[in-house]
């Protein structure tokens, strides 16, 4: 009888010791009579020829065993080899039980695959509870007929021999697609070491590559801190997933093969079960009109649910923030905050008022937000012309034709625009809050040579937007000269970095969590979504 099953195979481990236990069972599942150490020569004939293994190998690249997780998924190129071994290293809370546990629940409640979860670290009731915290219910799965969970205790070396038996019983009765094994550390530490083990492990390996039993499993292991040596295994196995110790978690995969892996490495949070995370900004298929989000009380809103509880309800009214972003961060993300705000003020017929970066055309603004914005709308939404040399057009932004918005008699100094809109604003609206949004550095290469009057000219408008209680997000890139000294006068102080293909935002002052930015245009407008990082 053949079994079908998916292997996704987790270690984490100091020395050769550890995985050398652990492929004996392993080993012994492939060939269900060895219940001893022999010599790794007695199972020469049971390999493959070179010929038969590299087609095995092409049948195998051809088919993906899905995680689960979209992100891990395509970077994977869909996901694990079918029938595969996966070595994921990874050190003590790294997140290996959450990944592996991800694993098979997606694979029951998505795929309709049967899976077993092999435990000699953790009992049935803790493994519930724990998971049931993430939102994954095994104990209804199990239920179901579904999952099994086997509960292995700390055993004698001799009563380790047993285990394969174990597994092997449990294999034939629920006919698992996916297996998990957690973990095999403990047994190292009571399993002797030597050449004839080492060999083993990696024959037990090649056996579940070529002859197994057509599944696709994870096992788990612990690496203690600092360790970074994995073992021959690596070589061997299909693939190799290393979950790294840091903030935020990052995973790394070191190879999968049959696979072109679309991003090596990436963030990933376990909040709410195992998830990696990108950041991509979306264009709806069909726009929509944006439906402002109304103010609690006198905390402005952003337009976005998930930055207004961030941020316990809002902005204060007042409220002057300043948006740094490193160097790798594209506009158009800064965008995904900056003109949320900005459309969900204009939506309710607040003032509006942008000083775009140098060789950024106003009208981009315009017909950015006149997408998703009715004509309305727009009738309080002014966007500076180019600026150049210090100077810049004040535009109105008419409701019919944005992109033909005709430029205001003569022309100011990017400065002086800082008060001069948001005071005809404040007039035209009857006193309602204006948002302004704009670029230090496009205003302090003009003064390079005296920052002095920008720094002063920065006070009077942070002074301005408490006075008026009106809210500000001036945009600075890490590299500007004047940072440390901008960030020392505000009290809203955010930063914006870039890594791994995810846009990170957390409050310096005031204090925040870390978040992965994102976007959802379910709604027919891209509206700012966050994920916080564990």
Not at 150 to 165: A, F, H, L, M
Not at 283 to 302: E, F, N
Request: charge should be neutral.
């Amino acid at each position: 009888m053949v079994l079908t099953c998916s292997f996704f195979f987790v270690i984490c481990y100091p020395d050769l010791e550890y995985e050398q236990s652990a492929l004996y069972i392993l080993h012994a599942l492939t060939k269900k009579t060895i219940l001893s150490i022999p010599n790794a020569k007695a199972h020469s004939k049971a390999e493959p020829t070179k010929k038969a293994a590299s087609g095995l190998w092409a049948e195998r690249a051809a088919m993906k065993v899905p995680i689960g997780d979209p992100v891990l998924d395509s970077a994977l190129g869909g996901g694990l080899p079918n029938n595969g071994v996966i070595l994921v290293g990874g050190e003590p809370g790294t997140g290996k039980t959450t990944l592996a546990a991800t694993f098979i629940y997606n694979g029951a409640v998505r795929y309709a695959e049967r899976g077993l979860y092999v435990s000699f670290s953790e009992d049935k009731g803790r493994f519930y509870a724990s998971m049931g915290n993430l939102g994954y219910n095994f104990s209804q799965l199990a239920d179901r007929g579904v999952f099994e969970f086997i509960e292995v205790p700390s055993q004698t070396e001799e009563q380790i021999r047993g285990i394969p038996d174990d597994i092997y019983e449990a294999l034939e009765r629920l006919k698992p697609s996916r297996l998990v094994v957690d973990s095999f550390t403990w047994m190292a530490q009571s399993q002797g070491s030597g050449y004839a083990v080492r060999q083993l492990a990696q024959e037990g390996i090649k056996l579940l590559l070529t002859k197994g039993m057509n599944c696709t499993t994870m096992v788990i292991g612990e690496r203690p801190m600092g360790e970074s040596r994995l073992g021959p295994e690596e070589f061997i196995a299909d693939g190799v997933i290393v979950l790294k110790h840091s903030i935020p978690r990052e995973l790394e995969i070191l190879k999968m093969r049959g696979t072109r892996i679309g991003r090596t490495s990436l963030l990933f949070t376990i909040n709410k079960g195992f998830e990696a995370v990108t950041t991509t900004i979306d264009a709806p298929s069909k726009p929509g009109h944006w439906r402002p989000i109304v103010d609690s009380g006198d905390l402005l809103s952003t337009g976005s649910p998930d930055m207004d509880r961030m941020l316990g309800g809002g902005f204060p009214r007042g409220s002057y923030v300043v948006l740094e972003a490193d160097p790798n961060v594209e506009l158009k993300e800064v965008r995904l905050l900056t003109l949320g705000v900005g459309m969900n003020f204009a939506s309710q017929g607040r003032g509006v008022f942008y000083l775009p970066p140098g060789g950024f055309r106003s009208r981009e603004v315009a017909e950015l937000m006149h997408r998703y914005l009715t004509r309305r709308d727009m009738v309080n939404v002014r966007v500076a012309g180019h600026v150049e040399s210090g100077t810049a057009r004040s535009k109105t932004i008419t409701a019919t034709e944005p992109q033909r918005a005709p430029a205001a008699e003569g022309s100011a100094d990017g400065l002086d625009l800082l008060t001069s809109v948001p005071v005809e604003l404040k007039a035209a609206t009857h006193g309602q809050p204006v948002y302004t949004a704009y670029i230090y550095d496009i205003l302090e290469a003009k003064y390079s040579e005296i920052p002095d009057i920008v720094f002063r000219r920065f006070g009077r408008d942070i002074l301005r937007t408490s006075v008026s209680g009106d809210l500000t997000i001036a945009l600075a890139r890490s590299t500007t000269p004047e940072i440390d000294r901008i960030r020392s006068t505000v009290d809203w102080h955010f930063r914006l970095s870039k890594k791994n293909g995810a846009v990170m935002l957390w409050g310096v002052k005031p204090e925040t969590p870390i978040y992965a930015m994102g976007s959802d245009v379910t709604l027919g407008y891209p509206v700012l979504t966050l994920k916080q990082f564990d």
